[in-house]
């Protein structure tokens, strides 16, 4: 009898002891990420990037961009060909470049508002485009201006070696610079985004 008592005892302790109050540990203290100076902005709907702008990517066809934001301000000539044009409904300032029936470059021209993704827009200075990209970013040039007017190019994947990119997957970012110093046009897309005369 005093066995089973004890036994019993023993039992009663076990089963408080699995119920009882844990007592809190300390938790770790987390690692604090170390932040940089300035980070670039979120990416948004409003951000021209090598691979597209909003719902508008590369390699998409005229239909894609049509049903998305809307015909062209002006019909096409040959939707085989190549075609710069303002869908009705693309923000202020926004063109698109197609060739064979796809997308090849989104651009942001005269009153546009939007940003890249590194949080350029019109008006940037050269100085800050190159700041943004550091030795990623390669000048070349403007072909119809004197300096300070150039083109800085930011290929995604780092700078290339050729003088003139024809691969066809290649993506990146075009900053037209004028004579002021300030870029007066961004390309962002594949090769044509190296054309200085719309289509060529």
């Known amino acids: 009898m005093i066995r089973l008592t004890a036994l019993a005892s023993v039992a009663v302790l076990s089963l408080a002891a699995c119920n009882a109050p844990e007592e809190p540990a300390s938790a770790p203290a987390a690692p604090v990420a170390e932040q940089p100076a300035t980070p670039p902005p ?56 197609t060739e064979d029936g796809k997308v090849s470059r989104i651009s942001l021209t005269r009153d546009a508002t939007a940003t890249t993704d590194k949080g350029l827009k019109l008006g940037a200075t050269a100085a800050e485009v190159k700041a943004a990209y550091g030795a990623a970013a390669q000048s070349s040039p403007h072909k119809y201006q004197s300096a300070p007017a150039e083109y800085i190019a930011v290929w995604s994947g780092g700078p290339r070696t050729e003088p003139y990119v024809n691969d066809a997957a290649a993506r990146g970012l075009v900053y037209e610079v004028g004579s002021d110093g300030k870029v007066t046009a961004i390309h962002g897309g594949g090769p044509s985004i190296q054309y200085v005369e719309s289509c060529s």
């Open 42 to 97: 979120a990416a948004s709907a409003e951000t021209l990037t090598a691979e597209g702008f909003g719902p508008i990517r590369v390699g998409q066809t005229i239909t894609e961009v049509t049903t998305a934001w809307g015909a062209p301000e002006r019909p096409l000539t040959d939707e085989n060909g190549c075609n710069v044009f303002h869908p009705a409904r693309a923000p202020q300032g926004v063109l698109v470049m």
